[in-house]
């Protein structure tokens, strides 16, 4: 039932891969160069500076925002177009500069990437975290290591966004210092300040994954930053996001959802405690929690959004136990239907271990599943008292209702797979999308503004946002398995080694010749697809335009979620909406010709 996304094929987290550039870096390669002089880096920040001076720093820049007063500032300058990427970077450190330089040294990220270390004699290792140096001085990295570790900062030298995002949700950093590549900083640094954490980037000089250089004065200046007067700080999600992460820690997962057997993982073994132990064990493991975190932003929303503030604050969000457990159920049902999804595909890695039913086999896995269904109602029906019945009834029925709907699009999607016939029409990928995607957003928001008091009225609006944008993002996600998603997935083409019905196929073949169909339909019934083939499909799927379509359809659906969410009151929960389609629906498009 879930989409997928956060499945990680390959050996482990710690497995450490040349990353080859992604489609979308090279479509964007020439936006992206690097002022050769010093001087010419230097004068792009100075003028950064006075276009960040008159920014609104209530909530965090968008990327439109940003992308639109880099290219005011060049056209100032006279700088030529390749320079968008590292103007955006200048301007985006001004409007953080100040709130960076108010964070404590020991509430701040150092993220520094590998390719800056001398790969030939490098003696380090890596490990979960990222690379262990030793400090050997064989490159900048132990420099840099050192002031900031003396400084107090924590520091990672890691890849991508995974491990920053998951020391920020943890609460252990209030701040990031991050040194990347241009492809990185936009592909992995924007997310965080989308969130709107306080955040400085040092581009590297080039944008090679090996032997890469930076500049070093720059680096240093900007670890060492700091100021004890609080400048206007910017409101953000993270707070919530905190809270609906710290849900699935030990402590507050045993408090929120005492075990009825007592379990503990050692008890995994026993055939009376097994089943909760694996139970609690799967919900505590791996994922971004965002769905808890949509039902408790749609909760707080509708109270006024006093817990959007900035992240550095340091008193704990305040929500009564009772919505925490709700949004807590949002993510036991995901988690179930993640155990029952890898049974469905037999993957063979989940959050970098082997899945369930990989380890502990086919029967266990479904029980284990099933158990967590079970586990989620509960959640939610025994807090009839604290909630009121007729809340919780009306919670519970929109749980139910997206429960059969993703079963639905599910069992379309497995027929689809086993099936012979291997035709589909775009509208019938949509639907499937429609069903597989949107309920679980639709139940968790429903969920928090329910949670707030009576919902009736706005349910058109949830349901509405919920599908477009449920859509859109479904679609998204198909093209960035032909990306290489670099968070998730480390094979191109996924989709269609596992034969799945997605809106690309369907829209290849409304338009592909008798013999390209044919050769479509070889490739999905063939169960031992080779690398040609994928590299076939790629072929057909761009002569047919059908990247530039989904984009286009993609455009449509965020338009349709920004008059809904525009439509919407109170201001807080408009705000809320207006995060989702920033946060989910990111793509860089090109621009939509006229009449589209
Ligand atoms: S300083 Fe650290 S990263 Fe650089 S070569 Fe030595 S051990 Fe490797």
Redesign the pocket.
């Known amino acids: 039932m879930a989409t997928g996304t956060e499945n990680v094929s390959s050996a482990g987290p710690a497995r450490v891969r040349h990353r080859e550039p992604e489609a979308h870096d090279l479509s964007t390669a020439h936006l992206k160069l690097i002022p050769p002089a010093k001087e010419l880096r230097l004068k792009i920040r100075l003028e950064a500076v006075r276009v960040a001076a008159n920014l609104d720093r209530s909530r965090p820049l968008t990327k439109e925002l940003l992308r639109g007063h880099a290219e005011q500032l060049m056209r100032a300058a006279g700088l030529p177009p390749g320079y968008l990427g590292f103007t955006m970077v200048a301007i985006s450190n001004e409007f953080w500069r100040e709130q960076f330089m108010a964070v404590d040294f020991k509430r701040r990220l150092l993220l520094l990437p590998h390719c800056l270390?001398?790969s030939e004699?490098?003696?380090?290792d890596y490990d979960a975290a990222g690379?262990n140096?030793?400090?050997?001085?064989?490159?900048v990295?132990?420099d840099f290591k050192l002031t900031a570790d003396e400084l107090g900062y924590k520091v990672l030298v890691a890849e991508g966004t995974p491990a920053m995002l998951k020391v920020l949700t943890c609460g252990e950093v209030d701040a990031v210092l991050g040194i990347a590549c241009l492809n990185a900083l936009e592909r992995a640094f924007d997310k965080v300040l989308k969130v709107g954490v306080p955040s400085l980037a040092v581009p590297l000089l080039s944008n090679d994954c090996a032997a890469t250089t930076v500049d070093i004065d720059w680096v240093n200046e900007a670890v060492k930053l700091r100021a004890t007067a609080a400048p206007k700080r910017t409101r953000t999600y993270l707070p919530l996001l905190r809270a609906a992460n710290e849900m699935f820690a030990d402590s507050q997962l045993n408090a929120l959802a005492p075990r009825s057997r007592g379990a503990t993982t050692a008890d995994a073994t026993d055939p009376i405690a097994a089943t909760e132990s694996l139970g609690y064990d799967w919900i505590a493991t791996g994922g971004k929690r965002f769905r808890p975190f949509i039902t408790l932003a749609a909760y707080d929303a509708m109270n006024g959004g006093k817990n959007v503030r900035p992240a550095d604050m340091s008193t704990p969000v305040e929500l009564p136990a009772a919505v925490r457990r709700v949004a807590m159920a949002m993510e036991v049902f995901h988690k179930a239907s993640l155990l029952h999804d890898d049974i469905e595909d037999d993957d063979t890695y989940r959050y970098g271990r082997e899945t369930l039913h990989r380890r502990h086999g086919v029967p266990t896995a479904i029980n284990v599943g099933d158990y967590l269904i079970g586990l989620g109602y509960r959640l939610v029906s025994r807090e009839a008292k604290a909630l009121g019945a007729e809340a919780v009834t009306d919670i519970l029925e929109r749980l139910s209702q997206a429960h059969e709907k993703l079963a639905e699009g599910q069992g379309a999607e497995l027929f689809w797979r086993d099936g012979g016939n291997k035709e589909i029409k775009p509208l019938d990928a949509l639907k499937i999308y429609a069903l597989k995607t949107a309920p679980a957003f639709e139940a968790a928001l429903y969920a928090g503004m329910r949670l707030a008091g009576p919902a009736a009225a706005h349910e058109p609006l949830i349901a509405e946002f919920s599908r477009n944008l449920g859509v859109a993002y479904q679609i998204i996600n198909d093209l960035e398995d032909w990306d290489g998603d670099d968070d998730n997935k480390l094979v191109r083409g996924q989709d269609v080694l596992s034969a799945r019905p997605t809106l690309l196929l369907a829209l290849a073949l409304e338009t592909a010749t008798p013999a390209q169909k044919r050769e479509l339909h070889e490739i999905l019934g063939d169960k031992e697809k080779c690398e040609c083939a994928i590299h076939r499909v790629r072929q057909i799927y761009a002569s047919h335009q059908v990247f530039e379509q989904a984009e286009t359809m993609v455009r449509k659906y965020r338009e349709r979620c920004e008059t809904v969410a525009n439509g919407t009151t109170p201001d807080a929960l408009r705000e809320l909406l207006t995060f989702f389609v920033n946060t989910m629906l990111e793509r860089d498009l090109p621009p939509l010709p006229a009449g589209q």
């Not at 004699?121 to 380090?124: E, K, L, S, V």
């Not at 140096?133 to 490159?139: A, D, H, L, R, V």
């Open positions: 270390k001398h004699t490098c003696p380090a690379l140096c030793t400090g050997c001085g064989g490159c990295i132990a």
